[in-house]
């Protein structure tokens, strides 16, 4: 019997010759990632080693990744004691992939982690953050975890009882339409599936729509399979895999391109042709409340943002440069943009997107999580309706329960800010 | 037989739960203040310790969607409510197995606040509506965890029998 590609992963990761959904397993982990979470982490950590008289170090440093990004720079004490906490056990421990509130080095985590060549296709990688989905786009078994999972994988290096998960095979046909993009496709997926669809299973991509499509077009997709409930999306690896982690991330070990098996297992199959597709939007207050875009068109908007580890690339910002240049913001609208990275914002910079976004009355903020989660950045008054190319429309995302969230691609965020309200980017703005 | 003191539909997010603006707390004994924060009432009541413990929470279906925060978890398990719904969300299920926290899978549930709920090891017993409905195993893989009593003493008890094994 076959294998899927999660199930090659983890048949190499146990040193097994074959496994199959269903069994259960303890996986070595390559990679494993937090953010300021850590600081739970580690306090987990502790608790774990508490009164056992043995030394609390971490498993491997090497293979431990914590990047600030949530609250950056820290909005209060609190966090930035989290911070300092962090910093502190990351020099105790000699963990070197530390990325802290640095120009030169910062970003969002589900950013820095392929573009520093931390992930690799056919490993195992787990983040103390659900988009940990985010890394399948480059072919690697990638899924969310809790604090205190975490805490066992620092002391272990491997995640104890996993099921292996089945999966959702999903063949995307046809070519892009202009103005529609990875967005509109993963949008509309989770429609059909429902936020619970996909649950304790792997969506793995296929089709020529997949193969033509951008490693940050997948990472896209992959990033919001876990709003179906995925435990991880994942698309095989392949040239253009290649291409990007040696010449974006500079890794030069020998890398493991493979696919899933001819006769591998899947749970379900689900064909969907890219060409038919329109701009989607997730409506409040579930990412599964999609419709396509002509049915809300024309919703006033009072805050558009464009970022996040979903959309906050270099092509997003380009798509969002193109149509914004020699434009203006509608005054009552305000429009927030933060680059995934800092290496994004440096090449937005060189480019002169961030002129065209500043001449434009949008605001371009530092690299981070900002207004997508609401915490210290953008945060919407009671009433405020927010568009945003993030990948969560819950209430009380953005800070403020008695707000409502739209999500969108980039095309779209772009061409609503001038006009103030949701706008078909193929209608384009005034 | 514990009461019924909160019911919440479908989808229900960690953001409601447990919102993102007080993520900087993190300490399992300083999460429950915050507890469906935007729910004031019965926050305020959470907060003021009002519920006997193994008190009851009804959810729908993907209780606990969304971000992988633990503290979504950690609130729940410090006033130690139990949590039945119709299904759980991975990430947080994991969650509320490895701090302890009580889980029940009733795919039918049907349960208002103020309802006293019985549990057998099949199933909920709805005393108000005498109605019975099939309780859902938790994931098989993780039962040595619940038993251990959450991941942290079972992980403690692995590293101290790996060190006796190896006679360190
Ligand atoms: S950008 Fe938003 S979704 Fe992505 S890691 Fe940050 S908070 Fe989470």
Partial sequence: ?430 | MAKVVFKVGDDVSTDIIYPGRFMATVLPTETPQFAFIDYPEFNAKVKNKEFPPQSIIVGGKNFGCGSSREQAASCLKGPDFVVVARNFSRIFLQNAINLGLKMVICPTIEANEGDELEFSAEQVINKNSGKSFAIEALPKARQVIIDAGGLIPFTRKLLLDTKSSRGI
Avoid at chain 1, 61 to 70: Q, T, V
Avoid at chain 1, 139 to 146: D, L, P, R, T, Y
Avoid at chain 1, 321 to 328: D, F, R
Wanted: charged letters at 20%.
């Fill in chain 1, 1 to 430: 019997m076959g294998m899927t590609m999660v199930e090659k992963i983890l048949a190499k990761a146990t040193n097994q010759a074959a496994v199959k959904a269903g069994d259960v397993l303890e996986p070595r982990v390559d990679m494993a990632m937090s953010h300021e979470n850590g600081a739970l982490v580690i306090n987990q950590f502790s608790e774990i080693y508490k009164d056992t008289g043995l030394d609390a170090k971490v498993w491997d440093p090497d293979k431990i990744a914590i990047i600030f990004d949530h609250r950056v720079p820290a909005e209060s004490s609190k966090t930035a004691g989290n911070q300092k906490k962090i910093r502190d056990f990351v020099a105790k421990q000699g963990i070197a992939k530390f990325h802290d509130i640095r120009g030169d080095s910062g970003g969002i985590c589900h950013q820095i982690l392929p573009e520093f060549g931390y992930v690799r296709p056919g490993k195992v990688v787990v983040g103390t953050d659900s988009h940990t989905t985010s890394h399948g786009a480059l072919g690697a078994f990638s899924f969310g975890i809790g604090a205190t999972e975490m805490a066992a994988v620092w002391a272990l290096g491997r995640v104890l009882n996993v099921e292996v998960p089945g999966t959702i095979k999903v063949v995307c046909e046809g070519k892009f339409k202009r103005h529609v993009a990875p967005k509109d496709l993963i949008l509309h997926l989770i429609g059909k599936l429902t936020a619970e669809g996909a649950n304790f299973k792997v969506i793995e991509f296929h089709g020529p729509a997949i193969e033509q499509m951008s490693t940050s077009g997948r990472q896209v997709i992959c990033n919001m399979t876990v709003e179906a409930g995925a435990t991880s999306g994942i698309v095989p690896p392949d040239q253009e895999t290649r291409r990007y982690l040696q010449e974006e991330a500079g890794v030069k070990d020998e890398l493991d391109i493979f696919g899933p098996d001819a006769d591998a297992v899947y749970d379900q199959a689900i064909t969907i042709n890219v060409s038919k597709l329109e701009p989607q939007i997730a409506c409040p207050h579930t990412v599964d409340n999609v419709k396509p875009i002509k049915e809300v068109a024309g919703i006033k908007i009072n805050q558009i943002v464009i970022g996040s580890c979903t959309n906050g690339r270099l092509d997003d910002l380009a798509i969002a440069a193109k149509i914004l240049k020699g434009k203006k913001v509608a005054r009552q609208t305000r429009m927030l943009i933060f680059p995934a990275s800092t290496r994004i914002y440096l090449q937005a910079l060189k480019k002169g997107y961030v002129t065209t976004f500043m001449e434009a009355g949008a605001v371009v903020m530092n690299s981070g999580c900002g207004p997508c989660l609401g915490i210290h950045q953008g945060a919407l008054a009671d009433g405020d309706v927010a568009l945003a190319t993030t990948n969560r429309n819950f209430k009380g995302r953005m800070g403020n329960p008695n707000a409502e969230v739209y999500l969108c691609s980039p095309a779209v965020a772009a061409a609503s800010a001038i006009n103030g309200v949701i706008t078909d980017p193929r209608k384009g703005g005034k």
